[in-house]
């Protein structure tokens, strides 16, 4: 894919894709943003389709995605002919992983309802949840 030619600085960037300007930096150190050119003056210069990628980038991340997998999955969307059958593979693996988490997330739930529920509101000289948390350790 080709470099639009529109020159937009970092900050603008960083602005248009609610990217933190770090970020971009540490994505183009690792490799799923490339490098932009510079300017005359060391300026990085992206074009609109680094605009577009940094989305994606963004959505992926934002969904859970490691960042391998947002490397795999740039690559099935930049190959001509990429499977959809790859791409559908990667989405139910992570799917599976996010319904590990949100499982997880229900059983600490339950645990801290009922910690919360077993403390006193008045002063007492040994806190339930602490005991309790510290018990779980």
């Known amino acids: 894919m080709a470099k639009?030619?529109?020159?937009?600085?970092?900050?603008?960037?960083?602005?248009?894709?609610g990217?933190?300007?770090?970020?971009?930096?540490y994505y183009e150190r690792v490799g799923v943003l490339p490098r932009p050119p510079r300017s005359?003056?060391?300026?990085?210069r992206y074009g609109s389709e680094d605009i577009g990628r940094l989305g994606f980038i963004r959505r992926l991340r934002?969904?859970?995605f490691s960042l391998n997998a947002v490397q795999a999955l740039l690559d099935l969307a930049e190959t001509p002919r990429s499977k959809c059958g790859e791409?559908?593979?990667m989405a139910a693996g992570h799917l599976t992983e996010v319904q590990t988490k949100i499982a997880?997330?229900?059983r600490m739930e339950r645990v801290l309802k009922a910690m919360v529920a077993s403390c006193e509101r008045g002063v007492t000289p040994a806190c339930p949840i602490i005991e309790a948390l510290w018990q779980e350790a």
């Open 4 to 17: 639009a030619l529109e020159e937009i600085k970092i900050g603008t960037l960083s602005a248009r894709t």
């Open 19 to 25: 990217v933190h300007i770090e970020t971009i930096r």
């Open 40 to 44: 005359a003056a060391g300026y990085r």
């Open 62 to 64: 934002d969904l859970g």
């Open 87 to 89: 791409v559908r593979a």
């Open 104 to 106: 997880d997330l229900r």
